[in-house]
């Protein structure tokens, strides 16, 4: 009885009815944890079809290609102090650097004449001074102005914001852990407030950024109904990218106890959000590759239309704790056979335009 409804309301979210927000969270408490899972005689199918579903839903809308796009972490300083990060400001385990912006030049050159035209910027709050950015986006543009660039660098004042938009940046992604705020007091310091958080992304969509969301799942006081919030809150704002990142615990957090996120967990809001979301660009997150070997595969497989490389040079990656944030190479072979076998084909450039005639792409690899 209980398989059957919950495929019911796979179906009708699949057929873009409405779903309260209390069903929603009845089908993620289905893949929170592995008890539930094991609880219930036919989870795995229901988990098959919920994926399959969003599979045939980015084909319908991206067909058969995914994206490729490039990060670098630009520093690893921050001015903040979340409880479940290795880089907030307190850790003081691990030697700090800003890249300059002759570096994150050479960093993106050899991925830029191989055609790819996607690159996003990251940091922490305050990690550069924000007319060192300013300058660093206008020499970027001035060297790649047929480059789409997307800065993460937490939030800053509209001042800022506005003169990083004029110096040519397209896009802005901020980090959220939650949307409840009895939650984010518990994974923040007093003085950072949800509400300057959530002012900053319309704030940015106001001064005219393209904004993406990125939302790290499986961080502890999560359950299954804020992430029914979650869900909500991203269709209601409607964000032009989304990535679901798996909590992977830093041994230099307050949370270095805490279980990672599980991929199945990833994998089935992922799909969630594809059926909720058809025109959403979806990163399938370079973390996805810490906490399974076919990580951005299964990211694939669960409705994401693109894939996010972390190209920050090894000698900076090595500035961070001893976690393994995923595969580095945009021009893997594997990944090359592994999307070819599966009928997918990769593809370099992408013009934001969520519909799919407008798609400006490379050849193919
Ligand atoms: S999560 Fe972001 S804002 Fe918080 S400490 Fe880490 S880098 Fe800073």
Redesign the pocket.
Known sequence: MQVKHLKSLINRIDYGNNISNDELTELISLFYDEYSMADLEGSEDLLMLLKSRARAKSKSVWGNRIYQHCMIEIS?R?????Y??????GNTEIPRYNLKKSEILETIKPYYKVGIRDFILL???KAHKSDEITDIVHYIKSYYPDTTLTLGL??ADKKAYNEWREAGADKYML?E?TIDEARYMML?PAY?KLEKQVDSLYDLRNLGYQVDMRFTLGTPYQSPDSLAEMLCFIKDFGPSSVALSPFVPSPDSEFRHHNECSLTLITAMTSLLRLLMPKLIIPATSTMDAISEQGTIQGILSGANITIHNITPDIYRNYRSDINFGSVNPVDEALILGLDKLGYELFYRHDYDTKRSSCAHAPRI
């Open positions: 690893n921050c001015q903040n102090d979340c479940y990060c290795d880089i907030r400001h940091s922490g709050e937490g939030i980090r852990e923040h950072m």
